[in-house]
């Protein structure tokens, strides 16, 4: 990550920031944000990009003034190099932001289903970075597909369930509570795949809702399609790795790791087959990036 020196009341200019901004260094730092607000757009085939880029690593006048124009936006800069580009991120209070629940009533009314959208969002990353040093590893490349993430949803579904049973949790909790023990039962109700009559994936099933997730983090820059297999595969961009290393701390992605439904041994991650026969047959065609395990 470019490192800089901070905005200060008390910092003395050097000779290079001696000079006074002008508009024009002022359009240019606009224009290098207007950049990382365009998460498809790669500084390697954008010339004016990559100059901009070289200049905010060279000239710390001028990364200053385009991390004040960001900030100025409500733009959280987390990081500007040739792989990233300027990859920024909307703070809360940020007219780009796009909140979970403004996402889903695009698609759903009902609270269980908004839910149920953010869950989706949260397998995903998991999947797609299921160790700490996955997210520290700037060459590392995670990849899901729609089916994987349903099956590694399914999975923690079941775990959560013989938790629940362990302690005693018989009762349903609300469809709108808050964590994971009340995501299972909603989402092993939902059907993975539902039915139509020209065998389109309905929106309302658990894989509709993951096809949506992805498709949206396809449009943001976050991850690209490599192929339909297995209701459609795809790879992690560094802007995705870096958005999940912003979030990696949260309790809900941490709980849903701690499940142990991506075991990590010696440094391959698989899916772990469940008990019944159902599951193990929608583990083995959930087309996931990492090997089954063996068995003898």
Not at 40 to 62: H, S, T, W
Not at 143 to 154: E, I, L, Y
Request: aromatic share 6%; glycine share 8%.
């Amino acid at each position: 990550m470019s490192e800089h020196v901070e905005w200060s009341d008390t910092e003395a200019p050097g000779p290079s920031a001696s000079a006074a901004v002008t508009p024009a260094d002022a359009a240019d730092a606009a224009r290098l944000v207007a950049f990382g607000l365009q998460p498809k757009l790669q500084p390697a085939r954008d010339q004016e990009y990559a100059d901009l880029l070289r200049r905010y690593r060279d000239d710390p006048p001028f990364a200053r003034l385009a991390d004040a124009v960001a900030a100025g936006l409500g733009l959280v800069v987390l990081e500007v190099s040739p792989r990233a580009g300027m990859a920024v991120t909307a703070a809360e209070d940020s007219v780009f932001a796009v909140r979970m629940g403004d996402y889903a009533r695009r698609t759903a009314a009902d609270a269980g289903d908004r839910f149920l959208h953010g869950l989706a969002h949260l397998a995903v990353a998991a999947l797609a970075f299921p160790r700490p040093e996955d997210l520290a590893d700037d060459t590392y490349i995670g990849r899901v597909s729609v089916n994987g993430v349903d099956a590694f949803v399914r999975q923690a579904c079941r775990r959560l369930e013989e938790r629940a049973e362990e302690h005693g949790v018989n009762t349903d909790p609300a469809t709108d509570a808050p964590g994971l023990e009340a995501a299972w039962r909603i989402w092993a109700r939902r059907s993975a795949t539902g039915a139509t009559k020209d065998a389109r994936r309905p929106a309302a099933s658990t894989t509709g809702m993951v096809a949506k997730a992805v498709v949206f983090l396809t449009d943001s820059g976050f991850l690209q399609r490599t192929g339909d297999d297995n209701g459609g595969t795809y790879r992690t961009t560094a802007r995705y790795q870096l958005q999940v290393r912003d979030m990696a701390g949260g309790a809900a992605m941490a709980e849903l790791l701690d499940l142990g439904v991506v075991p990590v041994t010696d440094g391959t991650a698989s899916l772990l087959p469940a008990e019944d026969t159902d599951d193990l047959e929608l583990v083995a065609d959930a087309g996931l990036p990492f090997h089954a395990p063996s068995h003898p």
